[in-house]
């Protein structure tokens, strides 16, 4: 499983220097939410420090909905701008994603061109790289990741969220890729050749820079192998010796070359 990234805290402070003074104190704590959220109007100033207090005491559920409430009681103030983007911090802290990425979303959709922008794209693509799953199971939030890191890096390519976000990317595709080699390895146990070169054939196209791409390589000699066409066989473990000499993967596949296909040369 891919490890949790570091709190987006230290990226945050450089967006605004006011935002650096929102949040400088801890906010890694998790408890329940409030229990009610009907609130009694208050003055924007009042409300926003209060959801900061919260924030700051490790309430994070509670400030988000108090910074929530600052944008429904006072939406046309200087504070709601900044209460959406607190409140997608408040939720990602929180870990309630869903809602990260939902006040992140709607933060874009009215300031789109604002300085803070690359941050609401930042904790969108944070938001969904926390939910990454185990290999195991459907990636569809993977995919989803890497879409959204890569939307950091296209348009904010020269700042510290577009760093990062190559950081997770190559964590993301590795993880994928991952994927495809467990299912091209249960295809080749399953005896379906064809099926399982697919998948391995995805990850040397797709994933190459990844951890994956020997023991893909490997697999396609294989599976080249058990389909009776020795000269592709040939062929991959050329590829793969020329690529990672050292490796396990290419000693195992020059060893059954050498079984299987000692004359052949490479189609």
Not at 23 to 44: E, K
Not at 153 to 164: E, G, L, N
């Amino acid at each position: 499983m891919i490890t949790r990234p570091r709190s987006p805290l230290k990226l945050a402070l450089a967006v605004t220097a006011s935002a650096a003074a929102l949040l400088t104190a801890g906010c890694a704590g998790r408890t329940s939410g409030p229990q009610d959220t009907a609130y009694v109007a208050r003055d924007v100033e009042t409300l926003y420090t209060e959801a900061k207090r919260r924030l700051d005491a490790g309430n994070a559920k509670f400030a988000a909905a108090l910074f929530d409430e600052v944008e429904r009681q006072h939406p046309y103030s200087p504070w709601a701008r900044r209460a959406q983007l607190m409140s997608s911090f408040s939720y990602y802290v929180a870990r309630d994603y869903n809602k990260a990425i939902q006040s992140a979303q709607r933060f874009l959709s009215i300031h789109p061109g604002n300085k803070d922008a690359p941050y609401a794209y930042y904790l969108i693509a944070l938001s969904y790289y926390e939910q990454i799953s185990d290999v195991h199971r459907d990636q569809a939030i993977t995919e989803q990741a890497r879409t959204a890191l890569n939307e950091v890096v296209r348009r904010f390519p020269q700042t510290a969220y577009a760093s990062d976000a190559r950081l997770k990317l190559d964590l993301v595709n590795d993880h994928l890729a991952g994927k495809e080699m467990e299912i091209g390895r249960f295809y080749e146990r399953s005896g379906k050749w064809l099926a399982a070169q697919i998948r391995f054939q995805n990850v040397v196209e797709n994933y190459q820079t990844t951890s994956h791409a020997p023991e893909a390589l490997y697999r396609l000699t294989e599976t080249s192998l058990a389909l009776g066409i020795p000269e592709e066989a040939v062929k991959y473990a050329a590829v793969l010796g020329t690529n990672y000499p050292g490796s396990e993967w290419y000693e195992k596949a020059f060893e059954l070359v050498q079984d299987h296909a000692a004359n052949v040369r490479a189609s």
